[in-house]
């Protein structure tokens, strides 16, 4: 489980690789939640483990995005932030 302190940190990390473009700042077009597939996180670069629960974002044109489901909460409340609309 995540603290509000680490939530916080991986905000800060989600501004950042958002800011620098290697995080899309546009919702997805389709996002999926399912079991670990023991590929590296879009967003902490640490491994999906096989019993963890992965967030996996869709993109029309961009390559889809692995995150944990803290990772892709950080991610999308920071993108929401930093973005107007959707």
Known sequence: MWDQQSFS???ALARERINSGALPR???LYEYIAHGS???CALCSK???TRDMESEA???SDP???FHIA???AWSHERRALSPGP
Do not use: W
Request: aromatic share 10%.
């Open 64 to 66: 889809a995005c692995l």
């Open 26 to 28: 546009c919702k997805a």
């Open 71 to 73: 990772c892709f909460d």
């Open 9 to 11: 940190a991986l905000c």
């Open 47 to 49: 491994q999906i483990g």
């Open 38 to 40: 023991g590929k590296v």
């Open 58 to 60: 869709l993109y029309e």
